[in-house]
């Protein structure tokens, strides 16, 4: 009996699909040292940031795309990519939400993020990145009484050098990999987020990413940094329009968590993940990195993945300091034919570092999905304990699911537990369920559920409501 | 030029283009043995060494079939009962009809795990077992054999094949000169037929300055069964690298093993399972214990093709760390392309648990008995399922005494033993 039609899951639509039309300031494609020197000049940087991005470019010139990931994927031309985009600018820019172009607004409304909305009602403090450039930062006045920055990277390091010069680069350095390379390189904005000593900020903070334009690549670079003793949640949510071509997205985050400080870190990935043939969609190539420096620091990086042709992410935690915490939780769907291979490190260095990971891969149609993580338990990483469930759904006979978890332990104290388990819904639940009158539809729709459920407690409710919604659209038709 | 002689040169220019496998691929990311295997690449076996001079005799009470091998060279053999053909490499390839040969010497660089030392073995090894197991030809006693390493490098190979509802038992054990260095480089080939049941024993206690590469690829027709057990004792640097096909339906596969690793040593397990038909059937379970210096990888990789529905899979790696130095480094890695299966995988890492060791020191242990206790009976969990029991005890007493302060024990566990 095989009641999932995984035809019918590739069928259902791209909801954020549209293009907005709207005036913007493309650079022409390619890319050379000129056109780093434009970007920073475009963006009034110091000499500093200019040689760090050129140092960053002769890297990446002396540097390989890595293929190691299990995906496949025809070469990436890097000189037919456009890296800067932005909407075209009235004037200086807008200084508050009323500036801001009426299209721009519409955009975010379509995409249910109300920026008006949300500044008066939701409490959620809302930076919105269209294209390359951070167009609305929401609630400023009242995140700066307490004494938080937050504000578009490339104005932070106009206001903030300091703050930024020390930080930036300091946990995904400008050689750490390709992606990291090319990103620090040719970044046009992006979140940057301080949290000063013992604060506690007071809302969330939320930023949305949209491609617009084609024929771009978005580069974003956000960078959050808790000081001793404060506390950030923050909130990220990405969407594209439908194009047939792939277009390059290369982001990196760093997190820096200081003593007792804590960063609990949201994602809810929407790009376009291509059409039932495999045409179009996002190459998401990210790095993203927490380094829990202090001791008793804590980062939590939760994610629910559903978009993006190509998915390349393992969000990860140096556990520097003594006693602290890291925890991956995810939630990963694929299907048509997206790709995705994700997961996550736990670098063990400092004593009674705990780590915790669940990841919940879901493959339907023809995707594929694989979760490739690393625990390494430092020598020296006494009393360090690791606990890792990664669990695999299967939705159709076309799809495939594959794990590849490295452990490494030099520490005798230490803990690790790694388990994994692949299947496809059961029969017998399925049965339980159509015997009491639910719908096959419901039913597996209640089953995936309760399937996510470990990630999607884990998620901030505005984010709870979005996922379950993205993934009961996601498995729409699933089930003849 | 012969057919051998292209054979072999072929089997060469494979190993030219490989070269031994360095740590920047992806299965030898953890084992650097270019260094150590260098000295004996063209270092060959010498002829006149084939004597049975000095070569020990271990597992006496064990009635079996005896082949012994000096260097990767047959010098000694029992003759096999009727039905079990027997012949050595050499003989065959002395008189090999092209066919055969290019069956017993090629090279296949898309089989799983290849490497360069797998091709090195193909173009060096001069002897080795051909076996043939006729139909429903049960063979009662098993077969031993012995591999004596005296000097420089030996590639054995072996060829064996299960006819229909055939059975064998296979022990290979691996024992060197305490005093010389060498290499060992074999490759074990299976091939079961339908409804076929092979146990293979590994036994890998080489000495101390030597370096042990083994390979055991096993292909399985419908319904058969292997059950295999790798156990890595000795030896300076140890590779075994273990590939099961499940080829047609209902075929199971088990495979155990057991590390037990002190001072410097090195030992790596890859294995792979593909289960490229329905219903078909893996278990696995791997368990190490390092002390000293030592260094473990584990790497267990499970494939599920597209069409092996109803598949049946779980994978179970254990580590033991007793010391502040080892290391150990464990990839279980699942891929599957299917939807219907149900597989699990769980690797560990730890000490052991504190609740049992208080248990036992209630019951008057000393902190050191009760810990030799629990690790042993941590290790033992592999052993268990070995057979014929000769081997099991051997094994079992080999491994202990690999343990520190292994004496109390062991005459703790004989009393044990003798109550029962």
Redesign the interface.
């Known amino acids: 009996m095989n009641t999932?039609k995984p035809e019918d899951a590739a069928r259902q639509e791209y909801r954020a699909g549209f293009v907005t039309d709207i005036e913007s300031d493309t650079l022409p494609p390619g890319l050379n040292e000129e056109v780093i020197r434009h970007i920073s000049a475009r963006k009034e940087e110091p000499d500093w940031l200019l040689e760090w991005r050129l140092s960053a470019y002769r890297h990446w010139l002396k540097m390989r795309e890595p293929h190691?990931a299990h995906v496949e994927y025809p070469p990436i031309d890097y000189q037919a990519i456009s890296y800067y985009s932005a909407p075209k600018a009235k004037g200086d820019g807008p200084k508050s939400l009323d500036e801001v172009d009426p299209k721009l607004l519409e955009t975010y409304e379509k995409l249910g993020i109300p920026l008006r909305e949300q500044e008066m009602l939701a409490g959620v403090a809302v930076d919105a990145v269209f294209d390359s450039v951070s167009v609305a930062t929401t609630f400023r006045e009242k995140l700066a009484e307490a004494g938080v920055i937050f504000c578009p990277i490339s104005e932070a390091v106009r206001e903030y050098p300091e703050l930024v010069r020390q930080y930036l680069g300091s946990v995904v350095p400008v050689q750490d990999n390709f992606f990291a390379a090319l990103n620090s390189a040719v970044f046009t904005d992006g979140s940057f987020v301080y949290v000063p000593k013992g604060v506690r900020c007071p809302m969330e903070l939320s930023t949305y990413f949209r491609i617009n334009a084609s024929n771009t690549g978005q580069f974003e670079r956000t960078l959050i940094v808790a000081d001793a003793g404060a506390y950030v949640s923050y909130l990220e949510g990405c969407t594209a329009p439908m194009r047939d071509e792939n277009q390059l997205h290369a982001a990196v985050v760093e997190l820096i968590a200081l003593d007792d400080a804590e960063i609990k870190y949201s994602t809810v990935q929407n790009w376009y993940p291509g059409d039932e043939r495999g045409v179009g969609g996002i190459y998401n190539f990210v790095t993203k990195r927490a380094d829990c420096r202090g001791a008793r620091s804590k980062v939590s990086w939760t994610q629910v993945e559903t978009g993006s042709a190509i998915t390349w992410k393992y969000p990860s935690c140096i556990l520097r300091g003594d006693d602290a915490v890291g925890e991956f939780y995810s939630v990963a769907l694929t299907k048509m034919r997206q790709q995705a291979d994700t997961g996550t490190k736990m670098v063990h260095l400092g004593k009674r570092t705990r780590s915790t990971i669940v990841s919940k891969g879901i493959a339907a149609g023809m995707g594929q999905q694989s979760y490739r993580g690393l625990v390494r338990?430092a020598?020296g990483a006494e009393g360090a304990r690791n606990y890792t469930q990664c669990d695999?759904l299967?939705?159709?006979?076309?799809?495939?699911?594959?794990?590849?978890?490295?452990?490494?332990?030099?520490?005798?104290?230490?803990?690790?537990?790694?388990?994994?388990?692949?299947?496809?819904i059961g029969e017998d639940q399925l049965f339980y369920c159509r015997a009491r009158g639910i719908p096959e539809e419901d039913a597996v729709n209640l089953i995936v559920n309760g399937f996510c459920k470990d990630v999607f407690n884990e998620l901030p409710m505005e984010f709870a409501v979005e996922a379950n919604r993205l993934m009961e659209v996601s498995l729409e038709g699933a089930v003849g | 030029m012969s057919a051998i002689d292209r054979l072999r040169a072929q089997a060469e220019a494979v190993f030219a283009r490989h070269g031994v496998p360095a740590p920047r691929l992806?299965h030898w990311k953890y084992t650097d043995i270019r260094r150590v295997v260098a000295p004996f690449i063209d270092h060959a076996s010498p002829a006149a060494s084939a004597e049975q001079g000095g070569v020990p005799n271990p597992l006496r009470d064990l009635d079996a079939y005896r082949v012994t091998f000096v260097d990767g060279r047959l010098v000694d053999g029992d003759t096999l009962p009727d039905g079990v053909r027997v012949r050595s490499l050499a003989a065959v390839l002395a008189e090999a009809r092209g066919e055969e040969a290019s069956r017993l010497l090629a090279v296949d660089e898309r089989a799983p795990l290849f490497n360069g030392l797998v091709a090195l073995n193909a173009a060096r090894a001069c002897d080795g077992l051909v076996i043939d197991v006729a139909d429903g030809v049960c063979v009662q006693k098993p077969l031993y054999v012995l591999h004596w390493g005296a000097v420089g490098a030996a590639h054995p190979r072996h060829w064996i094949r299960l006819g229909r509802h055939a059975e064998l038992t296979l022990i290979e054990h691996y024992l060197s000169d305490q005093e010389q260095a060498g290499l060992t480089n074999g490759v074990t080939r299976l091939e079961l037929g339908a409804g076929a049941h092979a146990r293979h024993v590994r036994l890998q206690q080489e000495a101390r300055r030597r370096v042990h590469i083994g390979r055991l690829e096993a292909r399985q027709a419908r319904a058969s069964s292997l059950v295999s057990h790798s156990i890595a004792l000795g030896g300076a640097w140890s590779r075994v690298d273990i590939a099961c096909t499940l080829a047609d339906e209902a075929a199971r596969c088990r495979l155990d093993g057991l590390y037990l690793l002190a001072g410097r040593q090195h030992a790596d397990h890859h294995t792979e399972i593909e289960h490229g038909a329905p219903f078909g059937v893996s278990r696995e379970m791997y368990r190490g214990v390092l002390d000293g210096r030592a260094r473990a990888v584990f790497n267990g990789r499970i494939v599920v093709r597209?069409g092996a529905?109803k598949t049946d899979s779980a994978q179970r790696n254990a580590?033991l760390?007793?010391?502040?130095?080892?290391?150990?480094?464990?990839?279980?890695?699942?891929?599957?392309?299917?939807?219907?299966?149900?597989?699990?995988?769980?690797?560990?890492?730890?000490?052991l648990d504190a609740q049992q060791l208080f248990y036992l020191r209630a019951r008057g242990l000393s902190e050191e008995q009760a810990r030799q206790l629990l690790t042993f009976a941590f290790a033992d969990e592999v052993l268990a399922g070995i057979k014929p029991p000769e081997v099991r005890r051997y094994v079992e007493r080999a491994a202990f005494g690999k343990l520190p302060q292994a004496g109390d024990i062991a005459s703790m566990l004989q009393q044990a033993g003798g109550a029962a």
Not at chain 1, 414 to 421: D, K, L, Q
């Open positions: 999932l190691w338990i020598r695999s299967l939705l159709g006979d076309k799809c495939g699911a594959h794990t590849f978890p490295y452990i490494e332990v030099k520490e005798p104290t230490a803990i690790v537990e790694h388990e994994a388990t692949t299947s496809r | 992806e597209e529905v580590n760390l007793l010391s502040d130095r080892a290391e150990v480094d464990t990839k279980p890695e699942l891929e599957i392309y299917n939807d219907d299966v149900q597989c699990a995988h769980g690797a560990t890492v730890g000490q």
